[in-house]
Every structure is written in structure tokens, then in C-alpha cells.
């Protein structure tokens, strides 16, 4: 059966309020681990923003109509680099972003400018059987990202008082935030996801500063029972989310 090409481009934008994401040539999709980093990361204050790692440009379209800083976005995939190129582009704040096609430890390397917000939905697994989807596998497996090089490229790239949120499954997370320790960066807010009331916490929201602080912990509950939006996830994403 052929599908038309309106039914296929349909298929492949995921729209928002005020903006939409093509993600066809992308292999990492729009997630809820991007839109709550998204929604999430302190923008106060943030003239100058980084997105490693940016696949669709999500996140950082997300942070664009949250503030009005210059939004700078690094991607090693060639055709997720092209796809958030022209997703902002085709977006209402196209002046403020640029997509830059270079890894992170090159960009690092290279680049003099520092950042007042660095986010970053960075590879999860550190080790396990890849996916037969090779692009899907490369991007959740810590092969061109390691940890190692994601810290110390944000250490570097941050300002004095700039701030470096991920997003991250809870295991990961704390073995991310006690090595973050190793490279000056501290993790001074945490925020535990749980799907539902009665299930564990599946995901950590943290946010590091290159100086100690007291740890500030709150909890974040995904669905109600009825399996809708609880009420602090509404809150969170009505700004952006067409149905709420």
C-alpha cells in the first residue's frame, strides 16, 4: 500500500505550540526525557546557551521560547545536524540559534566562548548489546560521547557561574553526578522523575555549578492514575504540549 507524501510528512513532525520538529532523518525521535530537560533547565539569567548533543534541535527550541538568549547547538550526526539546522530555521527564533555539524571534544577544543547554560540528553548505556538499529545504538551507547569527554568539555565551556543540566536513567545519573565530582563540576539540584505514584523513579534531572552547594531535591510525578498528565507535568509543559 503507498502511503502519500501529506501522510508521511504528518507522520514525521511533531508539533508544539509554537514550533514543530521534523525528526525523519533523525534517529532518536522526540522523547519525554528531552521535553522534561527542556521545560526543566533554568534559563534565568542565561544570555548564552549550549546543546550538546542536539539531535531534532528540540531542547534547544524549547529553551529559545523560554528566554532570549543566543542558542548555540553541536551535533556529530550529519543528517540529525541538518534536520535541526533547518528545524530552526524553520522556526520563530531562527536568529537566535545555530547548528554547528562537530563533536563535542572538537567544539571544546576550538571554541573561546563560554556559556551561561549548557544542557546536554546525553548516551546512556556505558556498555550492553547494540540495537539492530545501528544509528539508534551508536546514539544510547557511550561510544562518541563518553562521559568523561561530555564532563570535562562542559567544565571547560561553562562560565564562572553557568549551569549544566542533563537528563539521565537513575542509575547512570548517580554514577554521572559522583564522577561529575572528579572534574569540578558539583550537582546542586536533583529532581526524581516517577511514571506513576506507585512505580520507581526512572529518570534524574540534575543541574551542576563548578561550585558546591547545598543540594536542592524535589520529585516530579509523570501520570495520575487515570494515566493522564499529573498535575506538576502540566505545569511543567502547557507551554508547550498542543493538548494541555
Given at each position: ?22 525528526q525523519?532523518a533523525?534517529?532518536?525521535k ?16 542565561a544570555?548564552?546557551?549550549l546543546?550538546?548533543?542536539?539531535g ?11 528566554s532570549?538568549?543566543?542558542i ?9 545536524w541538518?534536520q535541526?539546522?533547518?528545524n ?6 531562527s536568529?537566535?540559534?545555530q547548528?554547528f555539524?562537530?563533536?563535542?571534544q ?10 551561561d547554560?549548557i ?9 550492553g ?14 561510544i ?8 570535562s568539555?562542559a ?8 549551569r ?17 565530582k ?6 546542586n ?11 520507581k ?5 540534575m ?22 498528565y ?7 509543559t502547557k507551554s ?5
Amino acid at each position: 500500500m503507498m502511503i502519500n507524501s501529506k501522510e508521511k510528512t504528518e507522520k514525521d513532525i511533531f508539533r508544539f505550540k509554537q514550533f514543530s520538529i521534523a525528526q525523519d532523518a533523525c534517529s532518536m525521535k522526540v522523547g519525554t526525557d528531552g521535553i522534561l530537560l527542556g521545560a526543566w533547565a533554568e534559563v534565568e539569567s542565561a544570555g548564552k546557551i549550549l546543546d550538546i548533543g542536539a539531535g531534532t534541535g528540540l531542547i534547544a527550541l524549547m529553551l529559545a521560547q523560554r528566554s532570549e538568549a543566543l542558542i548555540d547547538a553541536v551535533e556529530v550526526d550529519e543528517k540529525a545536524w541538518r534536520q535541526a539546522a533547518d528545524n530552526f530555521d524553520q522556526s520563530p527564533w531562527s536568529m537566535r540559534l545555530q547548528a554547528f555539524h562537530v563533536s563535542i571534544q572538537e567544539y571544546a577544543r576550538v571554541n573561546r566562548d563560554t556559556y551561561d547554560l549548557i544542557v546536554s540528553n546525553p548516551p546512556f548505556f556505558s556498555g550492553g548489546v547494540f540495537s539492530s538499529n545501528q544509528g539508534r545504538a551508536s546514539v544510547r551507547h557511550t561510544i562518541k560521547l563518553p562521559n568523561g569527554d561530555l564532563l570535562s568539555a562542559a567544565r571547560n565551556l561553562l562560565t564562572r557561574e553557568g549551569r549544566f543540566c542533563v537528563v539521565l536513567p537513575v542509575l547512570e545519573g548517580l554514577r554521572f553526578k559522583e564522577m561529575a565530582k572528579n572534574y569540578g563540576l558539583y550537582c546542586n539540584k536533583l529532581m526524581e522523575v516517577f511514571p506513576k505514584r506507585d512505580k520507581k523513579a526512572n529518570r534524574l534531572l540534575m543541574c551542576f555549578e563548578k561550585k558546591s552547594k547545598d543540594l536542592e531535591k524535589d520529585h516530579l510525578i509523570v501520570y495520575n492514575e487515570k494515566g493522564n498528565y499529573a498535575d506538576r507535568m502540566i505545569t511543567l509543559t502547557k507551554s508547550f504540549y498542543l493538548n494541555l
